[in-house]
């Protein structure tokens, strides 16, 4: 029989080993049962008792036992889950020195990564993606020409022919100087090319919102997408002086717009007639809508690669003179006098000895505040009597300036009506003038007016012009990016805004009136 090491066992050894014999012994004598009973029952308790205390030594030293070991086993535990792949893999586990293998009873979890929100930018617009077509620069020998619509008419041919410096053996430009090429850009057709070229594209009118601005009517945006986005089928020449050709266009919508024959044309003019197209959009801002359509078109017949201006060609306009330009022949003098007459104005007939003319007196007041606006000269001022003219503008370079010494004998250039309304004026040929500063604007344009129309007057005041000239010049892709973008387009701005105040300030020291011009 063994002896236990540990404290427990040991006692409860000694306690059976001494106490067993003796109890027996008790047990068989032959003393009395009540103190035979009780000499039993306290040893019994004693034994009790002492079983008690030494289950709760026991349980104590566990406790403190398990409170050493818990910081040691957190590391054990985070070492393990350390080796744990964050992917759901399990590396297989390791076998033991007697070669079984243990199972791990652990619950794998996968990580996911938090998504970040990105951040809700109010008033950014992020640009659609737009798709670039490379063009490949063809110049078209005449033999290649597919269809009559892209051979110069005879008369046409003839006309050039007679001027001199001009040739029309493959070219469409002057001798020695660079001919117009054709640059074929998505959309363009043309026979003879092997250039396979996607036929539809994203429209160079670009509208953003559910509808266009208010000033613009649903024929101006049809005419301004055709005159953008149109197929060339031709071109033909218009004038030898300007620059000008005629672009026969194949619209997809012919009924929508007025015709130079069987096809819509637009009247392509040089790049630094750019302006032209600030000029459109400001007619219709002020709500004069006297002024043909008009874009900036990154064209297929051009030189050097530069966008140039695109006007509606109507046919409707009344023949014009080949000197003035004009449906109307007058005078400085002859005009003065019919701004006197107040011509069909409140739908009174004018007498014969008036002299007036079919157009209405309302127009006159119009064609001057616009004149001003953009400080063309073309019209009303010829020989550039009203200001100081730079040695590029068109009246010193035809010796025209000399010629202010009787004013009333200047004529006036660019009055044109149409066939069937004879009533209102068209403004054509609105190449304006930005670098013209304030101490050298031409206020001759503005001599004999007493009314101005109330509609335009209203816009300069309401502080909103450049804003809406922002809107709508946005709507004009390439001439956005023309001019330099917003950027660009603000100085533009700048300068109408300033002769803006200057014209309030003349209206209200020269006390001209401010009407409803709705006649």
């Not at 205390?53 to 050493?68: F, L, M």
């Not at 049809?222 to 020449?237: E, K």
């Not at 064609?367 to 063309?376: G, K, N, S, Y």
């Not at 709508?472 to 023309?482: A, P, R």
Request: aromatic share 8%.
């Amino acid at each position: 029989m063994t002896c236990p090491d540990k404290p427990g066992p040991l006692i409860n050894w000694l306690f059976c080993s001494l106490c067993g014999p003796r109890l027996r012994k008790l047990w068989s004598s032959r003393r009395p049962r009540t103190r035979r009973n009780l000499l039993l029952g306290t040893a019994c308790a004693i034994y009790l008792g002492f079983l008690v205390s030494q289950v709760g030594r026991a349980s104590i030293q566990q406790g403190q036992a398990a409170e050493r070991q818990r910081p040691h086993s957190l590391d054990k535990a985070q070492a393990s889950f350390a080796e744990i792949p964050l992917d759901g893999t399990l590396a297989p586990p390791e076998s033991q020195d007697n070669g079984t293998t243990l199972q791990p009873n652990v619950v794998y979890i996968t990580l996911r990564s938090k998504r970040s929100k990105p951040a809700n930018i109010r008033g950014t617009v992020k640009p659609k993606r737009r798709k670039k077509y490379a063009v490949a620069s063809v110049v078209l020998a005449p033999e290649k020409w597919g269809g009559p619509s892209l051979r110069p008419q005879e008369a046409a041919r003839a006309a050039y022919a007679e001027m001199p410096g001009y040739s029309w053996e493959g070219h469409l430009a002057k001798v020695r100087e660079r001919p117009w090429s054709l640059v074929r850009g998505p959309g363009v057709r043309s026979v003879g090319a092997n250039l396979h070229l996607p036929e539809t594209r994203e429209s160079n009118i670009r509208i953003y919102s559910e509808s266009a601005p208010s000033w613009l009517s649903k024929d101006d945006i049809l005419r301004m997408r055709l005159l953008a986005d149109g197929v060339v089928a031709g071109l033909q020449p218009v004038s030898s002086k300007s620059g000008a050709h005629l672009l026969v266009l194949k619209g997809s919508t012919p009924d929508s717009v007025r015709h130079c024959g069987p096809s819509p044309c637009a009247l392509l003019k040089q790049p630094l007639d750019m302006s032209e197209v600030f000029a459109f959009h400001l007619d219709r801002i002020l709500g004069l809508n006297r002024t043909l359509p008009s874009v900036s078109r990154q064209s297929e017949f051009i030189q050097d690669g530069h966008p140039c201006p695109a006007i509606l060609w109507d046919p409707s306009l009344a023949p014009v003179s080949n000197d003035t330009h004009s449906s109307v022949k007058l005078t400085w003098g002859i005009y003065q006098r019919l701004l006197k007459q107040n011509c069909w104005l409140n739908g009174k007939v004018p007498k014969p000895e008036w002299d007036c003319t079919e157009i209405h007196h309302y127009e006159w007041s119009k064609m001057a505040l616009f004149d001003f606006l953009l400080q063309m000269y073309d019209r009303l001022d010829t020989n550039c009597c009203g200001f100081r003219p730079r040695k590029e503008d068109t009246c010193v370079r035809n010796g025209l300036r000399p010629n202010c010494g009787d004013p009333s004998s200047v004529t006036l250039a660019h009055i044109v009506q149409r066939t069937h309304d004879p009533r209102h004026l068209v403004f054509i040929d609105n190449k304006g003038f930005f670098d013209r500063s304030e101490d050298n604007l031409n206020f001759k344009l503005l001599e004999g007016i007493k009314e101005f129309p109330e509609s335009a007057v209203s816009v300069l005041k309401s502080q909103h012009l450049r804003q809406k000239l922002l809107q709508s010049l946005f709507l004009d892709k390439v001439y956005w990016e023309s001019q330099g973008g917003r950027q660009g387009i603000e100085k533009l701005i700048d300068v109408i805004e300033q002769r803006a105040q200057i014209l309030l300030t003349y209206i209200n020291a020269h006390g001209v009136k401010v009407v409803p011009m709705n006649e």
